[in-house]
């Protein structure tokens, strides 16, 4: 079944998603997988407003690479929960 909807979603809302359902799904080695991913989006042809979303995501990426405990509770880790929301927030723009 297709759903057009979701095959018109920006490459940046999907792989936002990839990362945030990772992040869920605790395997340490899918989350790390898809922050390589988001890490290395190409940066092909595209408006300014996807490129800026491109490096939102980038940049959340990374700074989730260098926390010490990515399944911690996020009430504990204020810098986590912030990633997790900015991460919602790229899932939910087109």
Known sequence: MSYPALQNRSLTSRQAENL???W??????KVKAELEHAI??????????????????QAVAGRMRTCPDLF??????????????????LV???
Not at 40 to 57: A, I, N, Y
Not at 78 to 87: A, D, F, I, N, Y
Request: aromatic share 2%.
């Open 72 to 89: 911690a509770s996020r009430n504990l880790d204020p810098v986590l929960e912030v990633c997790v929301r900015l991460l919602s927030h």
């Open 24 to 29: 869920v799904s605790g395997e340490p080695a």
């Open 40 to 57: 290395s989006l190409p940066f092909g042809p595209c408006d300014t407003v996807e490129e800026e979303r491109r490096q939102m995501l």
């Open 92 to 94: 939910s723009m087109n």
């Open 20 to 22: 945030l359902r990772a």
